[in-house]
Nanobody, 124 residues
Framework: VQLQACGGGLVQDGGSLRLSCAAS????????MAWFRQAPGNEREFVVG????????YYSDSVKGRFTISRDNDKSTVYLQMNSLKPEDTAVYYC??????????????????WGQGTLVTVSS
């Protein structure tokens, strides 16, 4: 699976952005999807995941209530709607594909395929 993320940019504190990740190659709907992020000097951290059917989602506490993940299996695309952005959300955002068990859903090692990353910068 090849993943192509886009939609990052510069936004002010409190603003919104929508990231997209388009997949090509193997059947998109065979994989759970996730977004991770990595800020300068920090390790890559889990943001949100969604099961391959789209029926279950899992959010990190830091984004719960502000971010929403969704997927369109017909378009082989996963989205991340980010509202009420904060400066601490500034990072490179990566989409990932895999089939982690529930206990590993937030582990980067559980995902097989990664997009190239898209930079989100939130100014204060």
């Amino acid at each position: 699976v090849q993943l192509q993320a886009c939609g990052g940019g510069l936004v002010q504190d409190g603003g919104s952005l929508r990231l997209s990740c388009a997949a090509s190659g193997r059947a998109f709907n065979n994989y759970g999807m996730a977004w991770f992020r990595q800020a300068p000097g920090n390790e890559r951290e889990f943001v949100v995941g969604i099961r391959k059917s789209g029926g279950r989602t899992y959010y990190s506490d830091s984004v719960k209530g502000r971010f929403t993940i969704s997927r369109d299996n017909d378009k082989s695309t996963v989205y991340l709607q980010m509202n009420s952005l904060k400066p601490e959300d500034t990072a490179v955002y990566y989409c990932a594909a895999g089939n982690p068990i529930l206990s590993s859903i937030s582990s980067a090692d559980a995902y097989y395929y990664w997009g190239q990353g898209t930079l989100v910068t939130v100014s204060s």
